[in-house]
């Protein structure tokens, strides 16, 4: 019989819940064909939300003690740099909010964004077994917004099966380490 976790709860219950926040990502680009001309236009205050919380997740990571003490000072240095790519793909982001952007520019944010957040996911989730609760928590939640993030300008053909939905996974960050 399975345990009754607060781990295990979200892991069941909300994992058929993922798919549909993937979709609801989706909405954010859109499609519109007139006179044989496709337009694509991305949502770039959506995509402004969703790369700010990975962001804001993995700093706050980087810069508690629990997390900075078990993986060490250069696996920190690494984590450290690719918030910096993310923090510059966030700038440029929000420099644009208020305009239009092609396609192509918007899947180039993305790219750069989701390999600095996989390259820093993938140290933290080497350490996991070692790491409080409430850090594995918030892993898991910027690790849930990575498929929400490629889906919203339709980088992934099939969306991928997340735990959390996007709106679950940015509400776990905003929260931060409060029981850490």
Known sequence: MPSFSRRNLLRSGI????ALG???ALSACTTT???GSTTYSVNV???LSIISSIESGLTELVNATAVTT????TNAATVTAAITRISTVTAQVAASAASDVTLTVAQNWVATAESA???ALAILQDFQSVLPSPVN???AAVAALLPALEALIGAVS?????????AEAQTIIANGLQNA
């Open 70 to 73: 078990v993986i060490g000072t």
């Open 22 to 24: 993937v979709t609801a």
């Open 137 to 139: 928590t918030i892993v």
């Open 15 to 18: 994992a058929s819940l993922g």
């Open 158 to 166: 099939a969306p991928a099966t997340t735990t959390l939905t996007p």
């Open 117 to 119: 957040a996989s390259a």
């Open 45 to 47: 205050t959506k995509l």
């Open 33 to 35: 064909t007139s006179g």
